[in-house]
């Protein structure tokens, strides 16, 4: 079975700039996590979505978005994208919020 | 709010020694789920071990076995036979019901031959 796939791998960007990024689940996972992971923060917690709905979110600005298609592939939208964005996103799927979660490679942004 | 702390930011150990890695939480449930995370320099997260709250008895997966202490709220990963690819960044992380994943902050392992 294929694990999470993440795209694209590697990304730069200006300040300004809008971006989206790409997670495919493992077939059959539902549910889709995004995290930020920075050296000074550690991995912090975006959003989660469930069968199309986001179910949690953490405490990041609205610039940062999600959405879920029907077939559980998500994407991440940052707009108006910041020096402060520059991260290594993940996005971790799982059948369902309570077990295990399965990691992507992860994208890595550098806003310039 | 439930906050995960993780005093040791990095460790280095010889090949084949047993490393205990740190990990306390703050929460005021009773059920709640707890992991440990490795990331190896390849960036790919890996769940290494899980333990339910309500089980008193200490996960263990082959080498890796935890101390969970629910009253004093802390959770240390044990390494037995430690081997070169231990080495990985390893994040001890909450979750409580179908919440966020909560976690800290990290402590990189270093395995020296």
């Known amino acids: 079975k294929a694990g999470v796939t993440q795209t694209p791998r590697y990304l730069i960007k200006t300040r300004g700039q809008q971006v989206t990024l790409s997670c495919s689940p493992i077939?059959?996972?539902?549910?889709v996590s995004w995290y930020q992971q920075t050296p000074g923060q550690g991995l912090q917690f975006l959003f989660e979505?469930?069968?199309?709905?986001?179910?949690n979110k953490g405490n990041f600005p609205g610039r940062f978005s999600g959405r879920q298609f029907s077939n559980s592939r998500s994407e991440m939208n940052v707009s108006t994208l910041e020096l402060g964005d520059s991260a290594l996103y993940l996005c971790?799927?799982?059948?369902?919020?309570?077990?295990?979660?399965?990691f992507g490679p992860g994208t890595r942004l550098t806003v310039l | 709010a439930q906050t995960v702390t993780q005093s040791q930011p990095e460790m280095s150990v010889q090949e084949a020694e047993t490393v205990t890695l740190s990990c306390t939480y703050d929460?005021?449930?009773?059920?709640?789920?707890l992991f440990w995370y490795k990331q190896p320099p390849s960036r790919q997260m890996i769940l290494v071990i899980r333990?339910?709250?309500?089980?008193?008895q200490n996960a263990t997966e082959n080498r890796f076995s935890v101390n969970f202490q629910k009253a004093a709220k802390s959770f240390s990963l044990k390494i037995s036979d430690s081997q070169l690819g231990d080495t990985a960044m390893y994040f001890c992380?909450?979750?409580?019901?179908?919440?966020?994943?909560?976690f800290g902050k990290g402590t990189r392992l270093h395995i020296l031959p």
């Open positions: 333990q339910e709250a309500y089980k008193q």
């Open positions: 979505y469930f069968s199309e709905t986001q179910r």
């Open positions: 077939s059959g996972h539902r549910s």
């Open positions: 929460t005021s449930e009773s059920n709640y789920y």
């Open positions: 992380a909450f979750m409580y019901r179908d919440d966020k994943i909560i």
């Open positions: 971790a799927s799982s059948l369902a919020a309570s077990v295990e979660q399965f």
